[in-house]
């Protein structure tokens, strides 16, 4: 167990850049999209010149808020892990 406790304070910069992606990764795919309106097969939603939508369709795509805090954790993970990583070789 001494042995483990050791190798992940030895690596715990390299431990944090993984574990980081990892969640980043994982969170960055958890998006959510709502389609309003009619969808007709192969017809998409376009502007006419004076701004109004020309069919009926609307998508929008958007992020859980739990999604939003664990792309943020991740990323704070990584950078973490590289300030580490650097301050450890200097």
Do not use: C, Q, W
Not at 42 to 58: F, K, W, Y
Request: positive net charge.
């Amino acid at each position: 167990m001494k042995k483990i406790i050791n190798f992940i304070k030895k690596h715990i910069g390299e431990f944090f850049v993984i574990v980081g992606t990892g969640i980043f990764i994982n969170n960055l795919f958890k998006f959510s999209y709502r389609v309003y309106g009619e969808y007709s097969e192969g017809l998409l939603p376009s502007l006419s010149t004076d701004g109004e939508l020309i069919s009926g369709a609307v998508s929008t795509y958007y992020y859980p808020d739990s999604a939003i805090l664990l792309i943020t954790f991740g990323s704070m993970l990584i950078v973490a892990g590289i300030l580490i990583i650097r301050n450890k070789n200097d």
